[in-house]
């Protein structure tokens, strides 16, 4: 059993910046691939990130590359998401997901197990 908390969320302003964590409890965090997904209001839940855990490969969704960046404190269980020139765009219940693959971490199916979400609002 994977479980994940995500925390880090809050209200900023346009321009600014905020770090999301992902907590992983696993023992076997090493080989654990942790996406980010994010829902806005009325949308359906997209890809933000991911980081792959064999060779630490990243991914990032087109409207989030270049700000955002993805990565992992092994020793503290823990995969961070960046978000840097957060827009209002950006606004979304923002989610950390859990796969023992490497395959299509663009893909909801490819993870298993989910965090609660964490709410991040960009004021413009």
């Known amino acids: 059993q994977v479980q994940l908390v995500e925390s880090g969320g809050g209200l900023v302003q346009a321009g600014g910046s905020l770090r999301l964590s992902c907590k992983v409890s696993t023992r076997t965090f090493w080989n654990v691939s942790v996406g980010w997904f994010r829902r806005a209001p009325g949308k359906e839940r997209e890809f933000v990130a991911a980081?792959?855990?064999?060779?630490?490969?990243?991914y990032y969704a087109g409207s989030v590359k270049d700000r955002f960046t993805v990565s992992r404190d092994i020793a503290m269980n823990t995969v961070y998401l960046q978000m840097d020139r957060v827009e209002p765009g950006d606004t979304a219940v923002y989610y950390c997901?859990?796969?023992?693959?490497?395959?299509?971490?663009?893909?909801?199916?490819?993870?298993?197990?989910w965090g609660q979400g964490t709410q991040v609002t960009v004021s413009s």
């Open positions: 980081l792959a855990w064999r060779g630490g490969e990243k």
């Open positions: 997901a859990a796969s023992g693959g490497l395959l299509r971490l663009q893909m909801t199916p490819s993870y298993r197990y």
